[in-house]
């Protein structure tokens, strides 16, 4: 397993578009890794043709897609036929490659096993996986999904968005913040420099008596 502020290992890989080395090719931008348990099947096909849909937010976030299954290259390219029919972008070149790990290594370097779904030789397939990592090779957000249960792209684009916001000013973003909400100053920000480089500063007085709540607004 990767921790949360971690580098995220570099691996080289079989896909879609070739062989790569992951931190060559993800190179300055940010990167999101999906697993998923395996192809030609309903969940994942919906999600994969969401992320076709969803590559031009992505690509304006400076971030790249990558997906993963325990598929070989060959099924990959044959499904992705089908996930451009079902993302309603037909004749379309398929926008991202998709890591073919067969022998399930970066499944188990990674803790993306899924004990509960298992190919015809009982062997344990991948989960649903997402993994965000920013332009320094860092994790920065992890989750595990179940098979039965696809991902929300919508929260995960929002989470990109908090991230990089929180890292360009010294902000966090609150409970179901979207872009464009009022955000929070860190509690590390003394608050003469949170007045000097914050506009419109509205602190929070609880019955406690404690101030640690400061809303702002800035936009990334």
């Known amino acids: 397993m990767v921790i949360l502020g971690e580098q995220f290992p570099n691996f080289t890989a079989k896909t879609t578009i070739g062989d790569i080395s992951f931190h060559e ?6 990167g999101i890794l999906f697993s998923h348990p395996a192809d030609f099947t309903p969940v994942c096909t919906t999600e994969l043709a969401r992320l076709v849909k969803l590559i031009p937010e992505f690509t304006k976030r400076n971030t790249k897609i990558i997906a993963l299954s325990c598929d070989s290259v060959d099924s990959h390219l044959k499904w992705t036929n089908d996930i451009i029919a079902y993302s309603g972008y037909p004749n379309s070149v ?7 790990d067969e022998d399930r290594t970066l499944t188990i370097e990674l803790g ?5 779904e298992k190919d015809s030789h009982g062997i344990p397939l991948a989960a649903r996986s997402v993994f965000i990592i920013d332009s320094n090779k860092t994790l920065r957000l992890s989750i ?3 098979a039965t249960t696809g991902r929300n ?3 995960i684009l929002r989470v990109l968005d908090s991230l990089q916001l929180c890292d360009k000013h010294k902000v966090a973003t609150p ?4 872009p464009g909400d009022d955000v929070m100053i860190q509690p590390s920000v003394p608050d003469d ?3 000097n480089i914050f506009p419109n500063v509205n602190v929070i007085t609880f019955p406690s008596g404690k101030q640690y709540l400061r809303k702002t607004n800035v936009q990334n």
Do not use: T
């Not at 090719?25 to 940010?30: C, I, K, P, S, V």
């Not at 398929?94 to 073919?100: E, G, Q, T, V």
């Open 175 to 178: 409970a179901d913040w979207v």
């Open 94 to 100: 398929f926008p991202y490659p998709i890591i073919a």
């Open 112 to 116: 993306m096993i899924d004990s509960n």
């Open 153 to 155: 792209f919508d929260e």
């Open 25 to 30: 090719w993800l190179g300055d931008a940010w």
């Open 144 to 146: 595990l999904y179940p």
């Open 193 to 195: 420099e949170a007045k």
